[in-house]
């Protein structure tokens, strides 16, 4: 089983029809101060299994690291594809909310690991926001009292 594609976004759903539906991909964040949590992302994946796996079991791993190779935090969990008679290549979309605290501003890594096999990497910058003079992030406005 491969990974077809992976990416971070703010939303995701699939439909009835099938069709995967993405809202807002980013591989970069803006904080004002750290540690700094992004509340919640969505890590978007298409894995892509040839007629061969059908029945299969497969371990998959979500590792996000910084720079170093430190993590930052682990999920894992089994997949069992199904069985199809179509001998056709297998499709499945996976979505995983995540929220994750970033220590410092940097370059992160969310990786994809299949039965211990590093398959994707969906790489994150993390910026420090600029503030003006006033105490506001550059390009916003002071509310109105």
Known sequence: MDVAFALLADGANVSREGKL??????????????????????LVARFVASAAEYGTEKTIEIVTMDADGKKLGTASGKMTLPTSASGRELKINH???MTITFPSTGEYSV???INGEPKATVP????????????????????EA
Not at 30 to 42: C, D, G, L, Q, V
Not at 125 to 140: F, H, I, L, S
């Open 21 to 42: 539906n993405i809202l807002g991909a980013f591989d970069r964040l803006y904080a004002s101060k750290f540690p700094f949590t992004w509340p919640r992302m969505m």
């Open 95 to 97: 979505i995983l909310p």
């Open 111 to 113: 990786e994809i690991l």
């Open 124 to 143: 994150l910058e993390v910026v420090q926001r600029e503030e003006k003079q006033d105490g506001q992030p550059e390009g916003e406005q002071p509310a």
